[in-house]
């Protein structure tokens, strides 16, 4: 690892990541010309059209798993493939700051606040209108999506940082059905009315789940049962791009208390840092579904409380099965895949590391953990560990 120059030495870790990738981007209006933006954005998006190149009304798009992200190779106006993120966390189709989005010349067209998890306050982004998107045989022509300058992203320092280049988020989820196979990955978008009769022949290792989309976001009910004090019913936002299994903020549910034996974290979202406990609950129940020993970030500051939420359901118990988002119906089908039974691990190094060019870096440090108590410094980039190269 190095810290602005190459050090010796390596430390055990596991990976922190943000609350969602972009922290559940909602688009807030905080004044007459933003609300016009917001108009105009809105309404842009709901004229926009699509096509299938095959004429069978899906197309089926194979993925990969970075740092638990699920990357899918995206062509936006015509362009190479591109690596964005399929967050049904985000509520908007967002293109990052990256090398290959400088490639495109988009035309930026108006600002708007947007909105996630984090102390801090709501980055400024651009709207880009009129836009094109390619995912295998489906064809998205005359979106909006939003902008997110390199200076808008608190957890991307410079271009090295940036390790995707956008964000598939509500528009897409709000017009097909969207599975993911986690056994195979692969996602499937699909015709809502071709789905249909796919969707009742499931089988009976298919479970049926409702699904509340508010502002084009996806909540599900869940039963926790923290291991100290009474099991309690919760409404969790479902983000496959929070990496993490579980995230709570006490302070949305009476319920709810803060953890007495924790680890202290600290995560990033998209309005800035995220302070967390991380304690281990009895269990978590998920359509009749038990998932014991569950580590949970409890929000000690800047959690998930849109919609009245009480926090977000995440990437690392989602990738226990194989799933199916049914936005139109307001509905998620789900079955057990062959990492049902695997342990999620819990991770006590107080580290958030970040994927980099050069390996991965260390972007926070939680007060009180054994990283503080290390030679580990923020900006430091992990290249090694037990001689075996760390890469993005």
């Known amino acids: 690892m190095y810290h602005n120059r190459p050090r010796a030495g390596a430390l055990p870790f596991t990976s922190l990541v943000p609350a969602g990738v972009l922290g559940a981007a909602l688009l807030l209006c905080l004044g007459g010309c933003q609300l016009i933006e917001m108009a105009r954005f809105s309404y842009a998006n709901a004229r926009s059209t699509h096509q299938w190149a095959n004429g069978q009304a899906s197309t089926t798009v194979p993925f990969r798993l970075v740092d638990d992200h699920i990357i899918l190779p995206v062509r936006v106006n015509g362009s190479e493939p591109m690596d964005f993120v399929l967050d049904s966390g985000a509520g908007a189709v967002v293109i990052i700051d990256s090398r290959a989005s400088r490639d495109l010349q988009l035309d930026m067209g108006g600002e708007l606040s947007v909105s996630g998890v984090g102390t801090g306050p709501d980055p400024v982004a651009r709207i880009v209108g009129d836009t094109g998107f390619s995912l295998g045989d489906l064809r998205l022509q005359g979106l909006s999506v939003i902008y997110l300058p390199l200076d808008a992203i608190p957890f991307f320092d410079d271009l090295d940082d940036v390790y995707f280049d956008g964000v598939i988020g509500a528009p897409f989820f709000s017009r097909f059905v969207v599975e993911i196979d986690f056994d195979r990955q692969l996602i499937t978008f699909t015709e809502p009315s071709a789905a249909a009769g796919h969707l009742a022949q499931l ?91 569950l580590p949970v970030r409890y929000a000690m500051a800047g959690g998930e409380s849109e919609s009245g939420s009480h926090g977000l359901l995440g990437s690392a118990v989602l990738q226990k099965f194989n799933l199916a988002f049914d936005y139109p119906n307001e509905r998620l089908y789900l079955t057990p895949n062959r990492n049902f039974d695997t342990p999620v691990p819990v991770d006590r190094s107080g580290l ?29 980039i992990i290249t090694s560990f037990d001689d075996r190269p760390v890469n993005k």
């Open 203 to 293: 089988g009976d290792n298919w479970r049926e789940e409702p699904l509340q989309i508010d502002s084009g976001l996806p909540y599900i009910m869940a039963r926790v049962d923290p291991g100290e004090g009474e099991p309690v019913e919760v409404k969790l936002l479902v983000d496959t791009g929070f990496r993490a299994a579980l995230s709570l903020t006490p302070a949305t549910h009476e319920g709810l208390d803060e953890p007495r034996e924790y680890f202290q974290s600290v995560g990033q979202g998209l309005s800035g840092d995220v302070f967390t406990r991380v304690a281990m609950s009895d269990s978590l129940t998920l359509s009749g579904y038990q998932l014991p020993g």
């Open 352 to 380: 958030l590391i970040r994927p980099h060019a050069a390996g991965g870096m260390v972007k926070r440090i939680a007060p009180g953990s054994s990283a503080e108590a290390s030679s580990l410094q923020s900006g430091d």
